[in-house]
């Protein structure tokens, strides 16, 4: 290599180097960065809809035909879906953050480097979403598949802190696998009770504005749909918690889960009751995110971890310092 070839390469040898070769504080703060950032995608997206400001930029990838921000005459709507629109950005920033804090660890922590990857793949696809959704004039549909996609990161980001925080997945259980396996059923209800959950916003007076289409089905019929497997949920989790108090097994994940539901109900039946106020329902939305992570929480928690020793064991050339910080 000539020397100026060396000179050129020793800039990026340098910023290489100064990645993290093991989880360290660095990657612990992007991990929670990412999940936060979803969950707060939820809450903004929540603010476009409550507010009835989907249309707010009425075109896409523009706000506005001549312009990619919003304009005075667009009023408060556009300026909150063009907020909106901005938070792409610290996602952008905060998935490229992620990638590059685990980039190096990419041979001994392929699990995370995987979930990096997602991330930053996710943000042109809700991009797209969000556009199409504009585009087809706020179709309820698309737009429960817009909530969809932000649950579905939310619990891959939650994976994303819990692998980070504990280590790679080990083999083992630390609860009876009828236990686990309920722990499943439980996760299974709460994917339908969000899903039920979007179909019953789709179908009332929070869809959007007057003007927004509804999906036509009786949104007072499923309000009681969506409130059947909420109760069943509430249940799985009572007992859930109570055999792990008795048995000594994992138990602060699914206590959290338990406190979430508490909360969940208190406003989802404060809200039926005082006319369905925007901030509470708001709320709502914002609670359900935080309902999926915790239960992939609780889930992820009842299998043991692997030690850097297991890892280092599996991978030849690699020492167990070099797995974990």
Not at 39 to 59: E, F, H, K, N
Not at 262 to 272: C, P, S
Request: proline share 5%; aromatic share 6%.
């Amino acid at each position: 290599m000539s020397n100026a070839q060396a000179i050129r390469t020793r800039p990026l040898a340098r910023a290489w180097s100064w990645l993290p070769a093991t989880v360290d504080r660095r990657v612990r703060v992007v991990a929670w960065a990412s999940l936060a950032c979803q969950l707060l995608l939820i809450g903004t997206g929540g603010a476009v809809r409550l507010t009835g400001s989907g249309l707010g930029c009425p075109t896409w990838p523009q706000c506005v035909e001549g312009s990619y921000v919003s304009t005075p005459e667009m009023g408060l709507h556009g300026v909150i879906e063009f907020g909106n629109r901005l938070l792409t950005f610290v996602l952008v920033i905060v998935a490229v953050a992620a990638f590059l804090a685990v980039v190096r660890q990419r041979r001994v922590r392929r699990d995370l480097f995987v979930l990096a990857l997602v991330q930053g793949l996710s943000i042109p696809l809700q991009a797209v979403i969000g556009g199409v959704t504009v585009l087809v004039g706020l179709n309820p549909w698309i737009v429960g598949l817009h909530f969809v996609v932000s649950i579905a990161l939310v619990a891959l980001m939650t994976v994303f802190v819990v692998r980070v925080l504990r280590g790679p997945r080990g083999r083992g259980l630390l609860a009876p696998r009828w236990y686990v396996r309920l722990a499943h059923v439980t996760s299974a209800v709460v994917a339908v009770v969000v899903l039920v959950g979007v179909v019953t916003t789709g179908a009332g007076p929070h869809a959007g504005d007057a003007a927004t289409p509804r999906n036509g089905l009786d949104a007072a019929l499923l309000e009681h749909l969506h409130a059947w497997p909420a109760y069943a949920l509430f249940a799985l989790t009572v007992v859930l918690v109570t055999v792990a108090w008795r048995r000594g097994l994992p138990r602060r994940a699914v206590t959290g889960l338990l406190a979430v539901e508490l909360v969940q109900i208190a406003v989802g039946l404060t809200q039926a009751r005082t006319g369905l106020p925007p901030v509470l329902v708001g709320t709502h939305m914002v609670l359900a995110g935080v309902l999926v992570a915790v239960t992939t929480a609780t889930v992820l928690s009842l299998r043991a971890d692997q030690t850097p020793d297991e890892v280092a064991a599996e991978l030849p050339g690699v020492e167990a310092e070099d797995v974990l910080a």
